[in-house]
């Protein structure tokens, strides 16, 4: 017995043990997941970004409303719009936000980025921190002489006490076209891309259906209760342009004029109220009574628009 026992023991210990199963890896987490996407900056077909720029988000303060009440703002990081004044001539190092005397002077983080100097004019948002300075007989003499004011600077025999603001970000809108020659609406139509022609557009309109576009015609009808929408084109149907988040209006005595609109177009099905409502807001009371069915047509949903100046008389 002790031998078949020691015989079994044997076998038992040649026999090997059945590995167990690895477990599997736990895969690693993505790249991309570890990182937080940034956050998109405003348009930058509408915008140029400087510093960390200015991000979608947070409505920026008007600087009027801030001025009537700073204390609310100062020492805490705030985002502010306003018009470009003055800028540094020497370098761009500097600008100035706001026409009231004294300017808000707007200088930029760590000296680490400059404005075009030839800014003045543009809107400007501005996102950091603002304080009340009190500025030496020099540093005043300095920022007039910077901006090109030598004679100004020369009769300065005490500091100016203004606010200052250390911007981390800026975002300074597009020069738009030439505003002698276009009235602007909304966002405006800034210089860059050239607007397709009408005609060109109906042609082959699924080029464009679904995507930001900038469309120039001739403006055939206008809301005559409000202004808040317009035909483009004299072909039937018209191209139904209205505006974004019901946010501006054309001057109703518009018609005739060319417009550049920018935004997006989709083919939309009219109800005969809607057709009928429309007629009737252009005017058109008694072809509104024969309408039976609704129109089918582009609408075009507006950003922004730009219309050619009337002809001087």
């Known amino acids: 017995m002790a031998l078949v026992l020691t015989f079994a023991a044997a076998i038992a210990a040649q026999t090997p043990t059945p590995a167990a199963p690895a477990s599997p890896a736990t895969p690693a987490a993505p790249a991309a997941a570890a990182q937080e996407k ?21 409505k920026a303060a008007p600087l009027a409303d801030v ?41 930029f983080k760590d000296y680490g980025f400059f404005m ?11 996102e950091g921190t603002m304080a009340m300075k009190q500025e030496t007989v020099e540093q005043t003499k ?5 901006a090109g004011k030598h004679d100004e ?18 975002a300074i809108q597009k020069r738009k076209l030439d505003e002698k020659a276009w009235d602007h609406f909304g966002t405006g139509i800034v210089e860059g891309d050239k607007a397709a022609a009408l005609a060109d557009v109906l042609k082959n309109p ?21 202004g808040c929408w317009m035909h483009l084109g004299s072909q039937q149907p018209p191209v139904m342009v209205k505006f974004k988040d019901y946010g501006f209006f054309m001057p109703k005595d518009a018609s005739g004029r060319t417009a550049i609109v920018e935004g997006t177009m989709a083919m939309k099905q009219e109800t005969v109220e809607q057709t009928r409502h429309y007629l009737e807001d252009a005017g058109k009371t008694e072809e509104a009574a ?17 219309i050619q100046k009337p002809a001087a008389k």
């Open 206 to 226: 699924e080029q464009f259906v679904g995507k930001t576009v900038r469309i120039e015609g001739p403006i055939t009808a206008i809301c005559q209760t409000k």
């Open 142 to 146: 300095h920022y007039l002489e910077d």
């Open 290 to 306: 024969k309408v039976t069915e609704g129109r089918k047509l582009f609408h075009f949903m507006a950003s922004g628009v730009a």
């Open 38 to 58: 940034a956050p998109a900056k405003l348009d930058e077909k509408t915008y140029d970004h400087f510093g960390t720029g200015i991000t979608v988000g947070d």
């Open 67 to 107: 001025l009537k009440n700073p204390e609310q703002f100062v020492g805490k990081p705030v985002r502010i719009e306003g018009p470009i004044t003055a800028v540094c001539q020497t370098k761009g190092c500097w600008m100035h936000l706001g026409s009231q005397q004294p300017p808000v002077m707007v200088k």
């Open 153 to 170: 600077a020369a009769k300065v025999t005490e500091g100016r006490k203004l606010f200052h603001f250390m911007a981390s970000g800026v």
């Open 116 to 126: 075009p100097k030839d800014s003045s004019g543009r809107t400007a948002i501005v």
